[in-house]
C-alpha cells in the first residue's frame, strides 16, 4: 500500500478520483496475499498491483464501475472461474478484492 502513495499523492494534487482495489482474502495458492492494492485514476492510469498482472484489467473495468455508480463491491477470481482463467489467473487458488472508491 505504502507503494501507492505517491502516485495516489499525485493524483490527489491534481483532482482526479481514485478507486482502490485490494485482496482481502485468499482461498489456497494466489499471485498475491491480502493487503495487496492497486489504484485506479479516472483516466485510467494504474498504480500497483493485487496479482502480479492476472487480473487488473478486470479490475480496471470494475474501477470504471465505482467511477460511474459509486458503489463498493467485491470481486472474485480463482482458477475454475473463467474470467480469471481468461486474464491468466492460473495460480490455483481463488482470491478476493474489494474495490471502493477512495475518499479524500
Given at each position: 500500500m505504502r507503494d501507492l502513495?505517491?502516485?495516489?499523492?499525485?493524483?490527489?494534487a491534481d483532482?482526479?478520483?481514485?478507486?482502490?482495489?485490494?485482496?482481502v482474502d485468499l482461498e489456497g495458492s494466489g499471485p498475491r496475499g491480502p493487503g495487496a492494492a492497486m489504484a485506479v485514476n479516472d483516466r485510467l492510469e494504474v498504480t500497483g498491483s493485487v496479482s502480479g498482472g492476472c487480473?487488473?484489467?478486470a479490475l480496471v473495468t470494475a474501477a470504471e464501475e465505482v467511477f460511474k455508480t459509486g458503489e463498493r463491491s467485491v470481486?472474485?477470481?480463482?482458477?475454475?472461474d473463467g474470467e480469471a482463467f481468461?486474464?491468466?489467473?492460473?495460480?490455483g487458488g481463488t482470491i478476493h478484492v474489494f474495490v471502493?472508491?477512495?475518499d479524500w
Open positions: 502513495l505517491d502516485d495516489i499523492d499525485r493524483w490527489r483532482g482526479r478520483a481514485v478507486v482502490l482495489a485490494r485482496v487480473v487488473e484489467g470481486h472474485t477470481f480463482g482458477y475454475s481468461a486474464v491468466g489467473l492460473t495460480c471502493e472508491p477512495l
